[in-house]
């Protein structure tokens, strides 16, 4: 059990939940500096960003209704996994008790059989986590178990608050004591000083006092809960078993690809600003909050999300497909060859491919197996960079005039990289197209983007930065062609934050967003 938290049955609650790490100077996080609302950037997020890639925080699971609750949640994570590698939790319900276990590293490597054997219910939730180098610890990790007022509660979600600081400030002054630094807890510590007489109604109040990106999944020991912020950040989709002569069992994911897994049947997004609750007796659901505007991610269609989930009521393949006709259509070039970054940047060039009556071809293969495993000193593997993880076809890029497709430029050092090798496998011309518009400004709704001094884009202009990453030319797709991309039979409201700098909440973090020029 090395490595891996296991807090089981009530009174059994491992020690180290306890040690998890207390700020200790009393300071908030969230600041309010000359009336200017200032937040700081949770411990890790933008500061430690370290590679030239965008990363999500989270993905999470939540079945109700299975005889092997576990292995279920399990599977549903696998399929989540490219949301989060560093670390992986799944706790489980029987009804009188709630056993929880996480760990660090892949959702494979933590649950073995005899692992997954501890935890037994037939309702579980879990959670699977990105974190940067200065996080990556076990005590981070979700699902939560906290005992609370209203009961054992254990809690994952996806997203991050921006009034954190505030909301926890206020509890504190009326004598909540944290033990974490984590959002999750914040909303627990809600729920536990609610005066509301139901647990439901509880969290709907609770649920109203935060602000910011969520995607909750939440447990008790008889039942399951599900909720989305109510501008509706991060997507989560509810699903289906049909049980012959039993219930269903009800699964929420934050993607439609765990269904597929699972055997489950697609049935709805849970909405902005709703809140489900599956009992033995059913499913009911209440809106806890209306009249904001939906604000979507743009970016999970971009990248994030694999492209055979359905995300904010469309297909993500069906988005980037039309990312790569249109940047087509935008900014299409004499040339010989279409070639993805891959794994992202391959059906966006496919449908460019299509559109410029141009051959695809996988000109850069991608090693899946770098990462965690490859140990190796930190300066020592970004000077490998991106050879370690990508390889040029040298047959199939020289002598060609080459267009390279892309889902973003961060930092342009990889970029620069990825040009280079290009080049360096013996193509004539370097023409590089990116399928979403230039990143401006960082992201607080639960992506670890470096601050605006580090993006490229925010301090150089488009020429600027062809030269910089040396190609022969560049281009991005424009925001009004990716709105266009995204939009399916239902209007979806999306949050464009990264590309335009106009953020849907009122926090923001102010140092975050001062350009390069500001801090010289
Ligand atoms: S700022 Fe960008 S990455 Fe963040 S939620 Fe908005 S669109 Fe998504």
New binding site residues.
Partial sequence: MSGLLFQGVEGEVDASESLWPVKGTGLSPYIQVAGIQRALAPEGNTSSFKSDT?HEECGVIAIHGHPDAARQAYLGLYALQHRGQESAGIATADGQHLANIKGMGLVSEIFTDDVLAKLTGPMAIGHTRYSTTGDSALLNAQPIRVESTKGLIAIAHNGNLVNLGNVRSRLERDGAYFQTTSDSEIIVQLIAHSRAATLVDAIADSLRQIDG?FSIVMMTRDRIFAARDPRG?RPLSMGRIKNPGAPDTIIFASETCAFDLLRATYERDVLPGELVMVTEDGVTSRQYSTGLQQ?S????HVYFARPDSRIFGRWVQESRDQMGRQLARESAVPADVVVPVPDSGVTAALGYAEEAHLPFRLGLIRNHYVGRTFIEPEQRVRDFGVRLKLNPVRNLLEGKRVVLIDDSIIRGTTSRKIVRMVRGAGAKEVHLRISCPPTI???????D?PSKRELIAANKSIEEICRFIEADSLAYLSLDGLLQCCQGEEHTG??????TGN?PTEWVDVDAILPATASV
Avoid: D, N, Q
Wanted: hydrophobic fraction near 35%.
């Fill in positions: 965008l990106a950040f604000s991610c743009i970016f999970e400004s960082p992201c607080f709704y639960g992506v983007t999306y949050c464009t934050a990264c590309y953020y």
